[in-house]
T-cell receptor
Framework: GNSVTQMEGPVTLSEEAFLTINCTYT??????LFWYVQYPGEGLQLLLK?????DKGSNKGFEATYRKETTSFHLEKGSVQVSDSAVYFC??????????FGKGNQVVVIP | EPEVTQTPSHQVTQMGQEVILRCVPI?????FYWYRQILGQKVEFLVS????????KSEIFDDQFSVERPDGSNFTLKIRSTKLEDSAMYFC?????????????FGEGSRLTVL
């Protein structure tokens, strides 16, 4: 079935730094791709999505482009804030809203 | 803003005991899900539910698990006889559509610890 792989390990960076979290996918066909985020004490929430190749999803200053040639959907933000500290999950679908999650990356932004 | 709520936030139980995890989905949503995340592993799909019956379930969702919507607002996950390996964070989710939008609304999770 479809799956995603995220880069290993937590990410610690300073406020206003550039954030990249790598994600690659394995899929039959062209599934939709998502980034979900979990802020401390909250549920998982959809951050952005892309439904076809070359689509760019964006929200709250975050962006990710669905790249078929590299099977990637890397998450980027140009200037992070302390409030961006959270766990970020790369996600794809298989079946009816069955989500396949990556392991997640803890992002800690230091003032 | 409407949200999915889950109770309890943390439950500790002895192996072999029955556990019920409760969820209140967003009120106008029609599709409900349970996912779980064992510590250090990926979030995994357990089951989806629509119109008072299971739509899909994963191989994890064996006879020890059951779901129901007892009163039109709550959505529960029951584990009949817990095992150590059931220790995990359980997430409830709901959506307006079943079509593959991927837009699910999740609760904060219920952490289950089986001793």
């Amino acid at each position: 079935g479809n799956s995603v792989t995220q880069m290993e390990g937590p990410v610690t960076l300073s406020e206003e730094a550039f954030l990249t979290i790598n994600c690659t996918y394995t899929a039959t066909g062209y599934p939709s791709l998502f980034w979900y985020v979990q802020y401390p004490g909250e549920g998982l929430q959809l951050l952005l999505k892309a439904t076809k190749a070359d689509d760019k999803g964006s929200n709250k200053g975050f962006e990710a482009t669905y790249r078929k040639e590299t099977t990637s959907f890397h998450l980027e933000k140009g200037s992070v804030q302390v409030s961006d500290s959270a766990v970020y999950f790369c996600v794809t679908t298989y079946g009816n809203n069955r989500l396949a999650f990556g392991k997640g990356n803890q992002v800690v932004v230091i003032p | 803003e409407p949200e999915v709520t889950q109770t309890p936030s943390h439950q500790v139980t002895q192996m072999g005991q029955e556990v019920i995890l409760r969820c209140v989905p967003i009120s106008n949503h029609l599709y409900f899900y349970w996912y779980r995340q064992i510590l250090g592993q990926k979030v995994e799909f357990l089951v989806s539910f629509y119109n008072n019956e299971i739509s899909e379930k994963s191989e994890i969702f064996d006879d020890q698990f059951s779901v129901e919507r007892p009163d039109g607002s709550n959505f529960t996950l029951k584990i009949r006889s817990t095992k150590l390996e059931d220790s995990a964070m359980y997430f409830c989710a709901s959506s307006e559509e079943l079509r593959n939008t991927g837009e699910l609304f999740f609760g904060e999770g219920s952490r289950l610890t089986v001793l």
